[in-house]
């Protein structure tokens, strides 16, 4: 699904208005009626207060709309009109008239009037600000706004947030309506996903509001949600005739004394993912336990007993996926040196990978074009430098995988793909994959989907979603709590089952 940006959903706008021969108020009154359908299909036959607070742009000429609808289906309501400009649209004066037509007159709330009691058993709609907000909130405003979040009402928002910018980081943080539903029209936005943003957005839903097709199916946008529609196509099916060689040999660098398990979780999900053949390269510390804990993997030592000196390679594998567990000892810089620059293909570089990466910015130059540095939001500092918000961050990280040819996955809740000017959004996952050894995880099954052949963006794309996915159902089995990094290996098996499933199979075992 794409992710436009706000210059974008107004393009959309003309543009249907000008193909359909429609005026700007038939689209709004489109999107009231939706937002209508959504409600009334939740609240039919309950009686609850509904509360409107609306601006007086084009966002609050929705709530209007809004209030019009819930009113003739015998909805007790109180509209507010957020008097902070002088300057209405035209289509919130229209349906303002059309409101009053009807008997129902707002309240009009300004800076030198009080703000009405929210009761925690309301809803209260949110449509003050939408996605043209382009400054902070009036403090009279974003007081209101800390009065709404402070009721404890559900609070569900039209479009967005209000407060909430589409582009940057709030000016002020608590004068942003934290949503406890949002109901976005035809596309969601970036700023559900990123840390600093999604917080005030609990849940999210998409409304068709009849946008036309061809332009939203026409136009480039920066950035993507992925789910499982984008996925398919990027799957390689198994071949009868196949075998082991078919689906590639990979090779796992990494670990230390007290650390081999890193390499165990990495080597274990690059098997389970797919890859054919799987030699792990430890220090002579990890020998035993790596033979002991699985018998599938082929097991490659160090002269050193303790760390990794020099990376002796009797074959050549697809691909290699390094810095698990490695270390930042002097030789095992070394070490890694001289492998990014003997090693052609696209590679995994992870953890202490990364470190190294960060220590010597030179070795940058050397790493193989196409590969996939999988960065937490500390690594991705020490590459790329400190950013003032997270649409910083990722105009930052774009910059920095155009300059040196990679693929860069920075993880988080969302785990957002990077390469050169195009950001891929994951929406598998959950808090219970913040926990030792997923990051290892992630990087086995990424080196796994190289060793098959997978061109490095989509071995990115695919592997988020399907190591989050195995998490998912991880969750489901045990919780957030007692979730482990093992249990995402256990569970790649049922992801793919569930990623290659039909729509249809999948509703089916839903219900």
Not at 11 to 23: P, Y
Not at 325 to 340: C, D, H, M, S, W
Not at 368 to 377: F, R, V
Request: charged share 20%.
């Amino acid at each position: 699904m794409k992710i436009f940006s706000a210059q974008q959903i107004y393009q959309a706008d003309k543009f249907t208005i000008e193909k359909q021969q429609i005026t700007s108020d038939v689209l709004m009154e489109q999107a009231a009626t939706k937002l209508f359908e959504w409600i009334h299909s939740r609240l039919r036959g309950t009686s609850v207060n509904i509360q409107l607070f609306c601006g007086i742009g084009n966002n609050g000429g929705d709530g209007i709309a809004l209030a019009r609808h819930l009113q003739e289906h015998d909805y007790s309501i109180k509209v507010h009109v957020v008097n902070y400009s002088e300057k209405r649209s035209k289509d919130f004066l229209l349906n303002l008239e059309r409101l009053k037509d009807r008997k129902i007159w707002p309240d009009f709330i300004n800076e030198e009037s009080g703000f009405p009691e929210i009761s925690p058993n309301h809803i209260v709609v949110d449509a003050i600000f939408g996605i043209g907000l382009n400054r902070s909130p009036d403090d009279w405003v974003g007081q209101l706004i800390a009065h709404i979040n402070a009721s404890q009402a559900f609070v569900l928002s039209v479009d967005i947030p209000s407060g909430l910018p589409t582009n940057r980081a709030p000016w002020d943080p608590d004068y942003v309506i934290e949503a406890s539903y949002v109901l976005s029209f035809q596309v969601p936005k970036l700023a559900f996903f990123l840390p600093g943003t999604g917080v005030y957005v609990n849940q999210w839903e998409i409304l068709d509001i009849g946008l036309d097709p061809e332009f939203l199916n026409g136009e480039e946008v920066a950035y993507e949600l992925i789910g499982k529609p984008e996925l398919w196509p990027l799957y390689k099916p198994r071949l009868k005739f196949s075998h082991k060689g078919t689906y590639g040999h990979a090779l796992i660098v990494g670990g230390s004394h007290g650390k081999i398990g890193a390499v165990q979780l990495a080597s274990n999900a690059c098997l389970t993912s797919g890859a054919g053949l799987v030699t792990v390269f430890v220090p002579q510390c990890g020998y035993h336990s790596l033979q002991t804990a699985l018998p599938e993997v082929m097991v490659l030592t160090d002269k050193e007993h303790d760390f990794i000196t020099e990376v002796n390679m009797p074959f050549v594998p697809e691909t290699v996926g390094v810095g698990v567990g490695i270390g930042t000892n002097e030789k095992t810089i070394t070490a890694f040196k001289n492998l990014v620059k003997y090693f052609k293909e696209p590679m995994v570089v992870d953890a202490d990978g990364l470190n190294i990466l960060a220590l010597q910015p030179k070795l940058l130059k050397v790493v193989p074009a196409l590969s996939i540095l999988t960065p937490h939001p500390k690594e991705l500092e020490r590459l790329i430098g400190a950013w003032k918000d997270d649409f910083e961050k990722l105009e930052k990280a774009k910059a920095f995988s155009t300059k040196h040819d990679i693929v860069l996955v920075i993880k988080g809740a969302h785990t957002i793909t990077v390469y050169k000017d195009k950001g891929y959004v994951n929406t598998t996952g959950n808090p219970g994959m913040a926990t030792a050894g997923s990051g290892d995880v992630l990087a086995g099954v990424l080196t796994g989907l190289l060793a098959q052949g997978y061109e490095p963006l989509h071995a990115a794309v695919f592997g988020v979603y399907l190591h989050g996915l195995a998490g998912d159902i991880s969750a489901s089995q045990k919780g957030y709590e007692a979730l482990k990094a093992s249990d995402i290996v256990g569970n790649l098996g049922e992801a793919y089952k569930q990623l290659l499933s039909p729509p249809e199979t999948e509703n089916a075992e839903r219900e």
